[in-house]
């Protein structure tokens, strides 16, 4: 099946070799977004409430880029340093979505996540 490579210039571009998401059909795979800003700085040093909202506001502009909306995401993955913050963080991801929108997801606490911030969120998303 052919894909195609999505862009958003809203967003921090990838740092690695892999794309910021990938539509294949009419389903979109948005890789992991961590807290950078579109000039590729990090927003919130040590602080996961200022971290989740980048990150939200860079899985919006992503998705946006593919013509959709946080209320087309089926499944989400949230990856946190501490598990201390879960609270936190899903009431602010939870800020994001219409109750009769949200989708499925897990949260899973990790070692480290790339530069060192404290969550990284991913998600699937459908047409």
Same mark, same amino acid.
């Given at each position: 099946?052919?894909?195609?490579?999505? !862009? /958003? +210039?809203?967003?921090?571009? +990838?740092?690695?070799?892999?794309?910021?998401?990938? *539509?294949?059909?009419?389903? &979109?795979?948005?890789? #992991?977004?961590?807290?950078?800003?579109?000039? #590729?700085?990090?927003?919130?040093? #040590?602080?996961?409430?200022? *971290?989740?909202? *980048? &990150?939200? $506001? =860079? @899985?919006?502009?992503?998705?946006?880029?593919?013509?959709?909306?946080? $209320?087309?995401?089926?499944?989400?993955?949230? !990856?946190?340093?501490?598990? #201390?913050?879960?609270? @936190?963080?899903?009431?602010?991801?939870? =800020?994001? !979505? %219409?109750?009769?929108?949200? +989708?499925? $997801? %897990?949260? &899973? %606490?990790? /070692? $480290? @996540? +790339?530069?060192?911030? @404290? &969550? %990284?969120? /991913?998600?699937?998303?459908?047409?």
């Amino acid at each position: 099946m052919a894909h195609t490579i999505i !862009f /958003s +210039p809203q967003a921090p571009a +990838p740092i690695g070799p892999y794309s910021q998401a990938i *539509q294949a059909g009419n389903t &979109v795979y948005v890789s #992991g977004q961590i807290a950078l800003d579109a000039n #590729g700085q990090l927003v919130g040093e #040590g602080d996961v409430a200022q *971290q989740t909202h *980048q &990150v939200m $506001r =860079n @899985l919006q502009a992503v998705l946006d880029a593919a013509g959709l909306t946080l $209320r087309n995401a089926v499944k989400c993955s949230i !990856f946190v340093k501490d598990l #201390g913050n879960f609270s @936190l963080i899903n009431e602010i991801y939870g =800020n994001y !979505f %219409e109750a009769d929108y949200a +989708p499925a $997801r %897990e949260t &899973v %606490e990790v /070692s $480290r @996540l +790339p530069k060192d911030v @404290l &969550v %990284e969120i /991913s998600c699937i998303a459908v047409q």
